[in-house]
C-alpha cells in the first residue's frame, strides 16, 4: 500500500466515525447532569422592575430576572415553561396578592434559540420583558412566577414597589436673608 493510499484510509476513518464528536465529547451522564440540575428559582429582587426598554421615556413594562440555582447555590441554567402573573398589592394582608392585574404572561426556555435569547452571561440570570404600557410606575405589585421543567415546578413572588413622591414640598419658612418667623410667599416647589 503507497503512502497516498494510507493518508486517504486514515482521513476517511476520522470523517467516518473513526474520531470523537462533539456530543459525545460534551454529554454529561444523567448523574453527572443531576449534579448542576436547578433546585431553587428566585425572581431576582434588585434588577427586576418596571422599565423603559425602548427608551422612549414611557414605560413599556416589567422586566422580569429569573434565577435559578444549582445544590451548591451556584447560579446554573434550566430548561422549561414559565407563567407570570402580575396583582395589585394588598398592604398589611397576610396574602400580598390581591386582584389580578392582566392575563398571564408564558415564556419559553425549552429551545437553544430560547436560551441564548434569554440569558444573560454577566448576571447569570434569564430576562424576559413583560410587556404592559398600563403599567403604573407609582403603585404597588406583585409578580409571581412559576417554572415547570416537567419533573420540577418552582415558585417564587417578589413586591415591586412603586415609586414616591413627597407628601410635603413646601420651602421653608426661613429662606436665606430671611429673619426666622417671616412669611414666605412660596408654597411649593415645581
Not at 136 to 145: F, G, I, K, T
Request: net charge negative; aromatic share 10%; glycine share 8%.
Amino acid at each position: 500500500m503507497n503512502r497516498t493510499a494510507v493518508a486517504l484510509l486514515l482521513i476517511t476513518l476520522l470523517l467516518h466515525g473513526g474520531g470523537c464528536t462533539a456530543t459525545s465529547k460534551y454529554a454529561r451522564t444523567p448523574s453527572e447532569a443531576q449534579l448542576f440540575a436547578p433546585v431553587s428559582m428566585r425572581i431576582h429582587p434588585i434588577f427586576t422592575q418596571v422599565k423603559d426598554w425602548t427608551g422612549d421615556g414611557v414605560v413599556d413594562g416589567i422586566e422580569a430576572l429569573l434565577e435559578f440555582q444549582d445544590q451548591f447555590t451556584d447560579p446554573t441554567k434550566a430548561a422549561g415553561g414559565v407563567v407570570f402573573e402580575l396583582f395589585a398589592y394588598r398592604p398589611y394582608s397576610p396574602e400580598a396578592r390581591g386582584e389580578r392585574v392582566l392575563n398571564p404572561w408564558v415564556g419559553s426556555l425549552r429551545t437553544v434559540t430560547d436560551q441564548e435569547a434569554r440569558w444573560n452571561r454577566t448576571s447569570r440570570t434569564y430576562s424576559f420583558e413583560l410587556e404592559y404600557p398600563e403599567i403604573r410606575e407609582d403603585r404597588d405589585y406583585v409578580l409571581a412566577a412559576t417554572f415547570d421543567t416537567g419533573h420540577t415546578r418552582f415558585f417564587d413572588q417578589i413586591i415591586l414597589e412603586g415609586r414616591r413622591t413627597p407628601r410635603d414640598q413646601r420651602v421653608p419658612a426661613t429662606q436665606p436673608g430671611e429673619a426666622a418667623g417671616a412669611v414666605s410667599h412660596a408654597t411649593t416647589r415645581p
